[in-house]
């Protein structure tokens, strides 16, 4: 995909979603720290549901790790791996206490380190909460950035780099808010819409005309 359609492609996302975030409900870097591990493997409906409840009765650091895995599981049982989960989480809340005064570090590394956090966590913190133009490659982008050609990659990684590599500076903020927003609602991965996707006309798919929502098209 040359230079020229990427952005008429990226114009046109703005164009429809000028301001784009997560779907993630939070009020704070350390809130949004917390949904997006829990987050992982399970889907941000069913994480809003279980922080609702959480939150106003523990969302910071000194208030989780007070109520420990024991206290916290029960909020988050209807997630996924909801054990594993409770686990990271009050051990990235002990050392955000103990190395980073309870605050969430805007910094890669310090955010990597901590338990239960991986690169894509990292960029979605970076990017959402303290506003640094990182790309968070999820199956949504990974997929869409394959299928329509904006950034081919043979795994997350690669796909990031290329993205970070072909993503003009102006779009590199709201980027992969567009792509999953676009991938979770428009080119699913079974039975996307193209039909009445917005950028169906500058997307590189071979399938792109034989598919619509109902056929068995992946």
């Known amino acids: 995909m040359n230079r020229h359609r990427r952005i008429a492609i990226f114009q046109r996302l703005r164009e429809l979603n000028p301001q784009p975030t997560t779907e993630l409900l ?3 870097p350390f809130e949004l ?5 829990l987050s992982a493997q399970a ?4 994480v809003n549901k279980a922080t609702r409840k959480l939150f106003p009765i523990a969302n910071t650091p000194a208030a989780i790790a007070a109520l420990g895995v024991a206290g916290l599981s029960p909020y ?3 997630i996924g791996l909801f054990n594993t989960k ?3 989480v009050v051990a990235l809340c002990e050392q955000l206490l103990a190395l980073h005064g309870g605050e969430v570090p805007a910094d890669r590394a ?6 239960g956090v991986g690169r894509k966590t990292a960029n979605v913190v970076l990017n959402t909460a303290f506003g640094q133009p990182t ?3 999820d199956t949504h982008i990974f997929r869409v950035s394959n299928r329509t050609g904006i950034a081919p990659g043979k795994d997350v990684n690669a796909v990031e780099a290329r993205l970070n590599r072909v993503v003009p500076a102006e779009f590199k903020q709201d980027c992969h808010h567009w792509l999953i927003l676009h991938g979770r609602y428009v080119c699913t991965a079974r039975n996307p819409n193209c ?3 917005p950028i169906a006309d500058l997307c590189e798919w071979p399938d792109k005309l034989n598919s619509h929502r109902g056929s068995k098209k992946t």
Do not use: F, G, H, R
């Open 26 to 28: 939070y009020a704070t």
């Open 110 to 115: 310090a955010l990597e380190a901590l338990p």
């Open 86 to 88: 409770a686990k990271n």
């Open 135 to 137: 790309i968070a490659v």
């Open 195 to 197: 039909s009445e996707c």
């Open 76 to 78: 988050i049982q209807t």
């Open 43 to 46: 889907t941000d409906v069913s």
């Open 33 to 37: 720290l917390v949904a997006v591990v």
